[in-house]
């Protein structure tokens, strides 16, 4: 507006534009669109969408990335109390100039440490290799007879130890921290059951492999092929590694802390090549039914074949 005595007085500017280039100098991607920008810092999948317009969270919504931990709207204005209502539905902070403030720090800073390698990016997970030599291999029971009449704790009328296919590969993962960082990378062991599909996850080193077994056994075939244990591993591993992130979200006054699980994308999980291994487990049957007992932990397990 013009001053009475000739001169102009300009605004001072917009908090999304100063909050655009704060965020640039803090490692975030930005992109203009005409509805809204859109920041996202692939490191810790952050993202914050500035709107200097008062478009709805839900339809802003939809400009935020799939993978996105943690989901922020600024508003130029205060948007109202509907507004955040609908944004904390879906687990979205709102932001706005009285608010913004106290919340730069967090938005700016990365959530949690993480380790960089050239260039400051992460390091790129390896995909490991086979656990085995082509061919078959067989784990070593740990668990003999006298053990399982003991473990099974039922009067067993018939033991049969068999061995039941595995397809077993290694992984690399690396998971979120429970802060919305990136935590550090795990090494471990899927196990896919190649009859009825059941899926462990076994740590390195604590099975044994030979080539084949001296006392007597049964042994089952396999009726899973590699390919079909590949879905069946990535679920068990997302499953495994999901952590619980904290979200935090003002509402006025009051900062609610919102508790969301987040599971490793595929960018996160390297998994090796399949070896197909067969475990040992014992059968008992008596007068009560029958019981399944892991020949290597001694843990009474499901059906192995069922």
């Known amino acids: 507006m013009d001053h009475p005595g000739g001169s102009r007085v300009s605004r001072p500017p917009a908090p999304s534009s100063l909050l655009g280039r704060l965020l640039d100098a803090a490692g975030y991607r930005l992109e203009h669109r005409p509805e809204a920008t859109v920041a996202v810092r692939s490191r810790d999948h952050r993202a914050v969408v500035i709107s200097a317009s008062a ?6 919504d939809a400009l935020f990335p799939p993978d996105a931990v943690r989901k922020t709207i600024v508003y130029d204005e205060d ?3 509907v507004a955040r209502a609908v ?6 902070e709102v932001l706005d100039p009285s608010t913004l403030g106290p919340a730069l720090g967090e938005i700016l800073l990365p959530a ?9 990016a992460l390091p790129p997970l390896e995909r490991p290799l086979a656990i085995a030599p082509e061919g078959r291999r067989t784990v070593r029971p740990r668990i003999g007879r006298a053990a399982a009449e003991s473990l099974a704790g039922v009067d067993g009328t018939r033991y049969t130890l068999a061995l039941v296919p595995f397809r077993v590969a290694a992984y690399e993962a690396r998971p979120a921290s429970p802060h919305g960082g990136t935590g550090g990378v795990v090494r471990q062991l899927v196990a896919v059951n190649a009859v009825n599909r059941r899926t462990e996850i076994w740590e390195e080193g604590d099975r044994e492999l030979v080539g084949a077994l001296d006392v007597p056994h049964e042994e089952m075939a396999p009726q899973l092929s590699e390919s079909q244990a590949v879905p069946l591993a990535l679920e068990a591993i997302r499953r495994r590694h999901t952590v619980h992130v904290d979200h935090t979200e003002q509402h006025g006054g009051a900062l609610v802390i919102e508790t969301r699980r987040v599971a490793p994308t595929s960018d996160d999980i390297r998994l090796g090549p399949f070896s197909l291994l067969y475990v040992p487990y014992w059968y008992v049957e008596g007068s009560e039914g029958r019981v399944v007992l892991d020949a290597v932990t001694g843990r009474r397990a499901a059906g192995a074949a069922e």
Request: aromatic share 0%; no cysteine.
């Open 79 to 81: 948007p109202g109390g």
């Open 55 to 60: 478009r709805s969270p839900a339809a802003l």
């Open 87 to 92: 944004a904390a539905d879906r687990g979205i």
């Open 112 to 120: 949690a440490p993480e380790t960089p390698g050239a260039g400051g």
